[in-house]
């Protein structure tokens, strides 16, 4: 018999799609990938997300650690955009298996050595997730 396990969602995956929901109605692009995508989108605008770190501070629950980065060649325009989208990722929470999320650190700006031209804009949260489905692995 196989011992069911509660496993959580990925927070990455929940707030890769909710961002791509909310992007184009914005006017914001949706290149939303874990990595600088090669080669870069026409535009030079887009977005990587990479996940940081992982805790379970309660069974039913992961706090996942993630840092969205926003890459536009214009600085006002980069700036804008990633304080808007800070205030849009808090209020995800109020969608399904997101629970919470606790800003870390940012928007900051920060240069990429390998991307010079553009303006790359950081932020940081804590994104906790819940799930009380059991999911049984072999």
Known sequence: MTIPILGTPSAY??????????????????????RVPDPLPSGRRFWTCELLNTVKPLRFTSSQLLQLRYYD?????????????WE???????????QDVEHAGGPTSQKDPDYPDLE???????????????????
């Open 73 to 85: 060649p214009n600085g006002a325009r980069a700036e804008q955009i990633a304080f808007d989208a």
């Open 120 to 138: 790359r804009y950081v932020i940081t949260a804590w994104v906790t997730v819940v799930n009380t489905n059991p999911v049984i692995t072999p």
């Open 13 to 34: 995956r929940l707030t890769r799609n909710y961002f791509l929901a909310e992007c184009p109605a914005r006017g914001w692009p949706t290149n939303f990938e874990q």
């Open 88 to 98: 849009l990722w808090q209020v995800m929470p109020s969608f399904g298996l997101v």
